[in-house]
């Protein structure tokens, strides 16, 4: 298997001209012999509208849609800002013990709010009108520490 892997790589840095022609197709019974080990862990920090940057951003807001019956209504969330890390996060292909592979999520393991929030959450049917009577507020300041895993299979 790791020959396998040795010699695509070996192939694809000698040839020098795989760029010119494209993309080479893998069969996918090659594919499925390569190995990639541990998958891929990334931590990310997300920074929404952050006050503390001059101008900020007044009236900043998310609005998701839902259809239905004809009618669509939006979920508002005005003033939407904040700071979000997470940390170890994870995708890796895992094999079932019949064999089956499926897709592995690792959650978090560390996660961390700095002034998460926003100001109103609205339900409204024009998500370019003024905000109507807000259903509450939310601010998030803390840590939080997880394990486990989602896995995800096709049928």
């Known amino acids: 298997m790791r020959r396998k892997l040795f010699s695509i790589v070996a192939v694809l840095l000698l040839s020098g001209n795989v ?3 494209g993309l080479v197709p893998i069969e996918d019974s090659d594919l499925a012999e390569i190995s990639g080990r541990d998958g891929v862990a990334f931590s990310v920090k997300l920074s929404l509208n952050d006050p503390s940057l001059a101008g900020a951003f007044p009236g900043a807001r998310l609005s998701l849609g839902f259809h239905v019956d004809g009618q669509t209504t939006y979920l508002m969330f005005n003033e939407l800002r904040g700071k979000l890390e997470l940390h170890d996060y994870g995708i890796s292909t895992q094999k ?3 064999g089956t592979d499926y897709m592995a999520l690792t959650l978090p393991q560390y996660v ?5 929030g926003f100001e109103s959450m609205t339900v409204q049917t024009d998500p370019i009108a003024s905000s109507s009577a807000s259903l509450g507020r939310m601010n998030l300041n803390g840590t939080l520490s997880m394990q486990g895993e989602m896995r995800f299979w096709a049928h």
């Open 19 to 21: 760029a010119a022609q």
């Open 96 to 98: 079932k013990p019949d």
């Open 112 to 116: 961390k709010f700095t002034d998460f």
